[in-house]
């Protein structure tokens, strides 16, 4: 599938607002995939598709957790975490894609889990510093992202999971299991050791 007929998919399940958003995620993707060695057809499909599920409604996006062995904890966490494996099944079943490496980028782009792939890193990333995101770190995430992979997601965690405790809202555990395994592999770069 080429980026023209990839693109006309997605605008027809998402609005505009997210479609230049989408735009985004795609440059910024493309970008970190040439950086940091990732295949750029499957960043910028993965890309594209990202926010595929977004405005599905939560009902629905209930059914399907329910009936594609997606696990049932995500129902306890809060529902923007939904549309991503959501996303991934339906990218699967309406759009076709069968590629497992772009389906867990998709997959993964909200919650992230321990033993991302680059690829799952790089639509992770990209989908929190596109260019037209604008909150409190998101300069410095950019800056880091031209550097270290690695140590950009840190920080992004570390922004997320600080804004999620602030407001008292609960961090679902695959998200506390991608900060911890990159903070285990990446320990002496984070302390400067």
Do not use: C
């Amino acid at each position: 599938m080429d980026r023209e007929q990839a693109l006309e998919i997605v605008k027809e399940q998402i609005s505009g607002k997210r479609y230049i958003h989408t735009l985004g995620v795609m440059e910024s993707a493309i970008e970190l995939a040439k950086q940091y060695g990732v295949d750029e057809k499957k960043a910028e499909i993965a890309a594209i598709f990202h926010d595929y599920a977004k405005f599905r409604t939560k009902t629905e996006m209930k059914d399907i957790i329910d009936t594609h062995g997606i696990p049932a904890d995500l129902l306890e966490y809060n529902a923007e975490l939904w549309h991503a494996p959501v996303g991934a099944v339906l990218v699967e079943k309406v759009v076709g894609i069968s590629d497992n490496e772009i389906l867990d980028a998709i997959r993964y782009h909200t919650s992230g889990r321990a033993g991302m792939t680059k690829l799952d890193k790089v639509i992770y990333l990209a989908d929190y510093i596109e260019p037209n995101r604008d909150f409190p770190g998101v300069e410095e995430v950019r800056e880091l992202a031209r550097k270290s992979l690695e140590l950009a997601l840190i920080k992004a965690l570390q922004n997320t999971i600080s804004f999620l405790l602030n407001r008292n809202q609960a961090v679902y555990p695959e998200t506390i299991n991608f900060y911890n395994d990159l903070i285990m592999k990446q320990g002496d770069e984070v302390y400067g050791e």
